[in-house]
C-alpha cells in the first residue's frame, strides 16, 4: 500500500516536471518564432529599399547621359562662317588658257556666309559671292571688255554666286575635310547647278590668328573646278582662239565665326 502511493506520487511528480519543463520551451519557442517573423520582415523591407536605391540610381544615371547627349548636340551645334574680309585676303583666281593666248586674273570682292557643321559635314550651305567689279586682269584694256555689255556686263549683273546646297562624298580626317559641293552657280543671271570638289579646313579657336582680339573659329575654303562661258551667255563661241570657252576657277577663302557676334 505504501508503495503504491509512492509510486503514484512519484508519477504526478513526474508529470508536474513535464508540465514545468514544455512551459519553458513554450516560452523560448515563441519569442523565437516573433523574432524570425520580425528579421523577415526587416529582410524585406530592406530588399525594398535596395529596389527603390537601384531604382533611384538608374533614374539618375539616364539624365546623366541625357544631359551630356545634349551637351554633346550643343557643342556640334551648326556655325555660321562670315567670308567678307576687310584685309580683302580671300580671293578668287580665273585662268582660260586658248590656243593663241593665255588669260589670267582674279578677284578679292568674296562675301557671303556658309554654314558649317563639323559632326556633319554633308548638310553644309550657303553661297559664296564675288562682285563682278572686282575681277581683274594685268592689261587695263582687256579689263574694260571683260567688264563691258559683251562679256560679264558688271553693271547690269554685279554679282557671281555659288550657292551650296550640301556636300556630297564627304571625307573628314582631323580638322580636314573633303568632299564635292552640290549647287547653284549664277554668272551674267543665267543660273546652272554644278559640282566642285572642295576642301574645307574647320580651325576651332583660330580667329583671333588672322583676327587679333577676337574670338571664335576659322573655317578655310579651297576649290578649283570648270566652267563654260558659252553655258552662261557669256559672248558664247566667240574669239575661242583667244579666249578659251572653258574658264579654269580656283577659289581661296577663309570664313569667320566671332563668338562676339553671336551674342
Not at 21 to 36: C, D, G, I, M, T
Not at 65 to 74: E, P
Not at 95 to 103: D, F, G, R, S, Y
Request: charged fraction near 25%; aromatic fraction near 8%; proline fraction near 4%.
Amino acid at each position: 500500500m505504501r508503495s503504491r502511493v509512492w509510486n503514484g506520487g512519484n508519477g504526478n511528480a513526474r508529470l508536474f516536471q513535464d508540465w514545468i519543463w514544455f512551459s519553458q520551451l513554450a516560452w523560448l519557442v515563441v519569442p523565437w518564432s516573433v523574432f524570425r517573423s520580425f528579421v523577415a520582415r526587416k529582410k524585406l523591407e530592406t530588399g525594398f529599399k535596395s529596389v527603390r536605391r537601384v531604382g533611384l540610381m538608374k533614374t539618375r544615371l539616364l539624365a546623366l547621359i541625357a544631359l551630356v547627349g545634349v551637351s554633346g548636340i550643343v557643342y556640334a551645334a551648326p556655325q555660321k562662317f562670315d567670308f567678307k574680309d576687310p584685309k580683302k585676303g580671300n580671293s578668287v583666281a580665273f585662268k582660260l588658257v586658248a590656243p593663241k593666248e593665255t588669260i589670267e586674273g582674279s578677284a578679292n570682292g568674296i562675301s557671303g556666309t556658309i554654314t558649317f557643321d563639323p559632326a556633319n559635314a554633308a548638310a553644309t550651305s550657303g553661297k559664296i559671292v564675288t562682285e563682278t567689279k572686282s575681277l581683274t586682269v594685268p592689261n587695263g584694256m582687256m579689263r574694260q571688255h571683260m567688264h563691258g555689255g559683251m562679256w560679264l556686263d558688271a553693271e547690269k549683273f554685279p554679282e557671281i554666286i555659288f550657292e551650296v546646297k550640301e556636300l556630297r562624298n564627304v571625307k573628314t580626317d582631323g580638322d580636314k575635310t573633303t568632299g564635292d559641293a552640290v549647287g547653284n552657280f549664277t554668272l551674267k543671271g543665267v543660273t546652272k547647278e554644278i559640282s566642285a570638289p572642295v576642301t574645307l579646313t574647320y580651325l576651332k579657336g583660330k580667329l583671333s590668328d588672322r583676327v587679333p582680339g577676337h574670338k571664335g573659329d576659322l573655317l578655310v575654303v579651297r576649290s578649283t573646278f570648270t566652267i563654260q562661258r558659252s553655258d552662261f551667255s557669256v559672248n558664247p563661241h566667240k574669239n575661242e582662239d583667244k579666249v578659251s570657252d572653258k574658264i579654269e576657277l580656283t577659289l581661296g577663302a577663309a570664313g569667320a565665326c566671332d563668338e562676339a557676334a553671336g551674342k
